[in-house]
């Protein structure tokens, strides 16, 4: 499904990402672990077309995307949840929603449909359905940027630390949410630093140190043979 293959990212003349490689099956749950800096969102940004690759490759279904925008690579299936989490605070949760589907403005039927099926999957957001976005908890407003990332339909939902600052009962509840997705077949790419999690819900896990993967393994065999802690620690 996806394939990353030596890539590179740069920043001027920090090499944030060195010659990455992974990939993720059809209906596989990767995670991408590393501390603070390792280069977790450059991988997975460079993915989503927001950065451009210094070298190396990204393939979608055997297809080549490695110099697509934003645009095209969610028009090719992949939407992407970035760490900022922005939701329109003045709209409704439905209004975010259908924001969502903008790659798909002609078909009204198939986005409404998408819409209720998204807002009966998840409860929280149908009760807060005509609340302005802003007014919902960082948890919630978490939520409704994962919900209104899978309005585009996407084949591949990357997450960039979707746990990130929110209370432990409210990351239960983001994981039951990524789970569920993952129960349908969806292909799903997980950026976090909260490994155990991560690794609670991943079929295969990568951990990233220093622009590099520096191992990579099923998620039982990474949450054995790493120090996990280490991971929260610098380098
Ligand atoms: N816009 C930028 N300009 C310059 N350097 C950057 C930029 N964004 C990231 N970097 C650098 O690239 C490296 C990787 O950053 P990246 O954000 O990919 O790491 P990360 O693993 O996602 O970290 P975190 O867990 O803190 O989100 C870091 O050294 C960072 O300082
Ligand atoms: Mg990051």
Redesign the pocket.
Known sequence: MLEVNDLEVR?GA?R?VRGVSLKADTGELVAIL?A???????TLMCIAGALKAAGGSIRLDGQDVTSANPEKMVRAGVATVP?TRDVFPDLTVTENLTLGSYTRRSDRAGVTEDRERMLALFPRLAERAAQPAGTLSGGEQQMLVIARAMMSRPKVLLLD?PSLGLAPVIVDQIFEMIRTLKQSGLTIVLVE?NARKALSVADRAYV?RLGKIAASGTAAEIGAATDLSALYLGG
């Not at 603070?36 to 450059?42: F, H, M, R, T, V």
């Open positions: 920043y920090i944030a590393g603070n800096g390792a280069g977790k969102s450059s760490e630390e630093q990233m």
